[in-house]
């Protein structure tokens, strides 16, 4: 199908999360079936009733999307979470963006999702489908994550909304073995058995109102009900091996090999003190580039990006990163910022060159490169688009900041109990050596390894 564009543009003009809380009581929904809701979520789902205030599993959720995610229906999700399973140590954060369609995304999900690994992502998108699978695809390679799709709520009669919905979100669902949380069903007949229009649960004809957000809560509660008849792990996605049973310690020296892209262990916390050496492949992690992401692009005052931080979503390289602080300064910015220049460092690189929002920038280091063009030309820059929106400037003189960093350890100190030694090398088979620099044999109790459901990436 050839990639379209959703056509709402309403959702360039609310951004942001609703602030308020409601507090009006509504009827509840009736449900459509969810059986099938847990069938790709066990991992979670079976994270989160395991836990006990003897053994607190941690749990991280993440929410992902555009403005819809944004919204406050998420914090009514959290809090039923927190209250139907109070000994998991849960961890769940936000980071939608609002007016982000899939073809954006898909520039932003390696920052976001990625480097955050988390063990369930509550995902909804507008936009190309084909976009949408790449989103899907980075999450499925890069992490353990199992995803549950929501499906889109009803506005009124879309016939894209519907294909998404009931033809290509269920394919690609199937095809890296999702949920689906069916929204779109369930809210129509909500507006039916209660005689609503559907602009009774919505602020602006896309956006939800408080009656809407409480719905749209209503509706995702169900994905956490737990169901024994589904496996813990059906895909083998993480794998603890023990100590004396599937692997063992001689001497100084331990090798190991495994299938993945990240590996923790879990220490005697008896034996402190001792420095051990990591090699993967008998190279440090830290070589490898697939450990290293790019933090989300910030200033000084703490103004949020992309919308009141205009600059770029994405910087690709060709040269190998290393952990730097990176300063993007304009030096020639005028309304409606179309053909902007700026000049990049680093803390670690120094000056590394100056270019043109409408020329493709590539550093001569080499570590960072900036596709021409604002987000909605299929650039990289989101500071033309940000002016059109919002009205939002950037002057002369103003600075962008950002890193590059690594989720690895070349070498850890035997202190404390858990330690994630790299995150993000390809998701192939390798052969982990452990060095130990003491008299005490390495000690190690676990090897716990993280294998995405899409291999090779």
């Known amino acids: 199908m050839k990639t379209l564009l959703f056509k709402k543009t309403l959702l360039f003009l609310c951004l942001f999360p609703f602030t308020s809380v409601w507090s009006q009581s509504h009827p509840l929904p009736v449900l459509p079936d969810t059986s099938l809701y847990g069938k790709y979520t066990s991992r979670t789902m079976h994270l989160l009733q395991s836990s006990t205030p ?21 914090l009514a999700v959290k809090k039923y979470i927190e209250v139907k399973y109070p000994w998991a140590n849960l961890i769940m954060e936000n980071r939608a963006i609002g007016g982000f369609a899939s073809q954006l995304l898909s520039k932003t999900v390696e920052m976001d999702v990625s480097s955050f690994y988390p063990d369930l992502v509550l995902l909804h998108i507008y936009g190309s489908n084909e976009a949408y699978e790449s989103v899907l695809k980075t999450i499925r390679s890069r992490t353990i994550a199992e995803i549950a799709i929501q499906t889109d709520h009803y506005t009124g009669k879309d016939d894209w909304s519907d294909n998404m919905s009931y033809q290509i979100l269920p394919a690609l669902a199937t095809k890296y073995k999702c949920d689906i949380l069916n929204i779109r069903d369930p809210w129509k007949e909500y507006l039916k058995d209660n005689h609503l229009d559907s602009s009774k649960l919505l602020s602006d004809g896309v956006h939800l109102n408080d009656f809407g957000n409480y719905l749209m809560a209503e509706l995702v509660k169900p994905l956490f009900m737990y169901k024994s008849k589904y496996a813990s792990d059906p895909l083998m996605l993480k794998t603890v ?9 001689t001497g100084k020296k ?11 262990l879990i220490l005697d ?6 420095t051990v050496q990591v090699l993967v492949d008998g190279k440090k992690p830290s070589d490898f580039q697939g450990t290293y992401y790019t933090s989300r692009p910030y200033n000084a005052n703490g103004s949020g990006w992309p919308w009141n931080l205009p600059s770029m979503i994405q910087v690709q390289h060709t040269a190998p990163w290393v952990n730097e602080n990176w300063t ?8 409606p910022f179309e053909n902007f220049k700026f000049e990049i460092q680093g803390s670690v690189t120094g000056k590394d060159g100056s270019g043109k929002s409408s020329e493709d920038f590539n550093s001569p280091s080499g570590k960072i490169i900036i596709k021409k063009g604002d987000a909605d030309e299929g650039g990289d820059w989101h500071v033309n688009r940000s002016y059109k929106v919002l009205k939002t ?7 962008i900041f950002w890193k590059t960093y690594s989720i690895s350890a070349n070498n850890f100190i ?19 050596t452990l060095i130990m620099n003491g008299k005490s044999k390495i000690p190690v109790k676990e090897i ?3 294998k995405p459901h899409v291999a090779g990436h």
Do not use: C, M
């Open 54 to 74: 003897e053994h607190r599993n941690t749990v991280k959720i993440l929410v992902y999307g555009q403005s819809i995610s944004a919204q406050n229906w998420w």
């Open 328 to 335: 993007l300064t304009y030096t020639d910015a005028k309304a």
């Open 254 to 264: 331990l090798s190991f090999e495994f299938i993945g892209n990240r590996v923790d």
């Open 269 to 274: 916390s008896a034996v402190l003190g001792n």
């Open 393 to 399: 400037e950037v002057k002369p003189g103003d600075k």
């Open 414 to 432: 035997t202190e404390g109990q858990t330690i994630t030694l790299f995150q993000g090398i390809p998701n192939t088979k390798h052969i982990l």
């Open 448 to 450: 716990i390894v993280y």
């Open 241 to 249: 091996f023990i100590a004396g049973n599937e692997f063992k310690i």
